[in-house]
């Protein structure tokens, strides 16, 4: 017996002690696991920012060495072309290069909105703020929130003095139920003095509504519906509430000189709305004589409806709203419809006049999340907003890169937005891991200035930012639920 015990008292020590080695083999184990993970960590950050610096180079490349005539050669094309003399190709981009105008050849004279002269705190309560817009007058902010809510604010009335001013504004502005949140919104524009008093709210589940944003009517009720249509079936886009998508709606734009709207959506359409003959409210009550709640409304014809095979990420009226260009996500190109022509289709490369090989690029490496037509010179300039940490300038209606602005991070997962200064000479522009809005100086392509919290910015993520094309005057929504004006400095 003693024998047996001691045999076995022999066993489990033996197993303890394999245990232990065990245990101290799988640490080890661990930790150079952990030690391994750090490596390549590090070595991930290192070709993430090989491979933006290789992304610069390339397009660096492609301006450097445009060969319009490299499909001709490769095909066995006439190498005695008359376009070829000497070896070199007539007409190419470089050559050209010396009679384009830029417009950018000077640096900004500093002057553009870097103060935070109003800021409006929890402008949808609890939630979140997802998109923003200014009044062509600028008087009136409108923000829509994930709180379901259109909100109308007049900012102005937070300039006055006291600590209270900015509280009173948020608590005097006007709430408007949309049913579903918020995410982009427009003001109808006022052309030779003329206007509609609404602002087209696109919300999260493809509805797009129409409100009434006169500060002379105290009725609940500024929703404005349809004409002529009593149910809820849809009829060519519209249904008894207003517009109708059937994804949720990405951009909401209003044509410079007409009272057309164009909505864009992630079902892939983009509707043309006219919009006119409204009926205003009847009167200040919430209820007719008939105990009917009172709406007031609107003549709304869809007069066209464009189909794609993706999502319509960003649209914008050009040529005084004659002309409408769009963005359709996994596309390599802008589209631009000529809406006095039939809306006839012009594609325009992405890739710049530089890709170089005479024929159309079908790839393209990001996607443009945001399209802001230049303030001045008739909109000569567009401003693109990437998913792959990039700006472009382009011109309009040609494949001619002008800038392309680094700087910041946004990625597929971001929100990217972009605005320009009224004077034309910088873009202001958010950033995926920063809580600021960024100013770029065209001219150089550089960052000239962060507005972030150190210098009474937002504390956190900015979503949307809208430039006044009238004054230096610039709105801005954040995740940290505030709103805030931007104005020039003294």
């Known amino acids: ?19 232990a080695d065990q245990l101290t083999s799988a640490r080890e184990e661990n930790r150079v696991l952990q030690e391994k993970v750090k490596e ?47 070896g070199e190709a007539k007409g190419s981009f ?19 909105p870097d103060d935070p002269a109003v800021t409006l705190p929890q402008i949808h309560g609890h939630s979140n703020p997802l998109c923003c817009v200014l009044h062509p007058d600028d008087s009136t902010l409108a923000t829509g929130g994930a709180d379901s809510c259109l909100n109308l604010c007049r900012w102005g009335s937070a300039l006055a003095p006291g600590d209270e001013s900015s509280v009173k504004a948020v608590n005097d502005a006007i709430n408007i139920s949309c049913g579903a949140p918020v995410i982009c919104a427009s003001f109808a524009q006022v052309n030779q003095g003329r206007g509609l008093p609404i602002v087209a709210a696109g919300c999260m589940d493809g ?18 519906k349809p004409e002529s249509v009593g149910s809820e079936r849809v009829v060519n886009g519209i249904n008894e509430r207003g517009i109708r998508h059937g994804k949720y ?27 006119g003959n409204m009926d205003c409210v009847m009167s200040d009550d919430d209820d007719d004589d008939d105990g009917n709640n009172n709406h007031g409304t609107v003549s709304m014809e869809v007069i066209q409806s464009m189909h794609f095979d993706g999502p319509v990420e960003s649209i914008c009226f050009l040529d005084d709203g004659d002309t ?46 945001s399209l802001n037509p230049s303030p001045n010179n008739g909109g000569k300039y567009l401003a693109a907003a ?73 504390s956190g993520f900015v979503r949307d930012i809208y430039s006044s094309r009238n004054t230096d005057t610039v709105a801005t929504v954040s995740f940290d639920k505030s709103a805030k004006v931007w104005l020039r400095g003294l």
Not at 9 to 18: A, H, K, T, V
Request: aromatic letters at 8%; glycine letters at 8%; a negative charge.
């Open 94 to 112: 470089i050559d050209t290069m010396d009679d384009e105008i830029d417009d950018f050849v000077t640096s900004g004279n500093g002057l553009y």
């Open 386 to 458: 990437t998913d792959t940490s990039r700006n472009i300038i382009l011109e309009t209606r040609s494949e001619r890169i002008v800038r392309n602005l680094y700087g910041h991070k946004n990625d597929g997962f971001s929100n990217p937005k972009i605005a320009w200064s009224s004077s034309g000479q910088y873009l202001y522009g958010n950033a995926q891991d920063e809580s600021c809005v960024c100013v770029w100086d065209i001219a150089s392509s550089s960052i000239v200035k962060r507005l972030d919290v150190g210098m009474g910015g937002h």
């Open 40 to 86: 390549l960590t590090v070595r991930v950050h290192e070709l993430l920012a090989e491979n933006q610096s290789l992304k610069a180079e390339v397009e660096l490349y492609r301006r450097e060495c445009a060969l319009p005539t490299f499909s001709k050669l490769t095909l066995g094309g006439n190498h005695n072309d008359d376009n070829i003399v000497g």
């Open 207 to 224: 509805s797009v509504r129409l409100v009434y944003c006169g500060f002379d009517f105290c009725g609940s009720e500024r929703i404005l």
């Open 324 to 369: 409408l260009c769009c963005y359709v996500r996994g596309t390599s190109y802008l589209s631009y419809f000529d809406l006095k022509d039939g809306c006839k289709q012009t594609k325009m490369s992405l890739n710049g006049e530089s890709a170089g090989t005479g024929c159309f690029d079908e790839h393209v490496s990001f996607a443009v999340l």
């Open 249 to 275: 709606v990405k951009n909401v734009v209003w044509s410079p000189n007409a009272p057309i709207v164009a909505t864009a959506s992630a079902d892939g359409t983009v509707q043309l709305t006219k919009v």
């Open 1 to 19: 017996i003693f024998l047996n015990n001691q045999r076995n008292s022999s066993m489990d020590l033996l197993r303890d002690i394999g245990q």
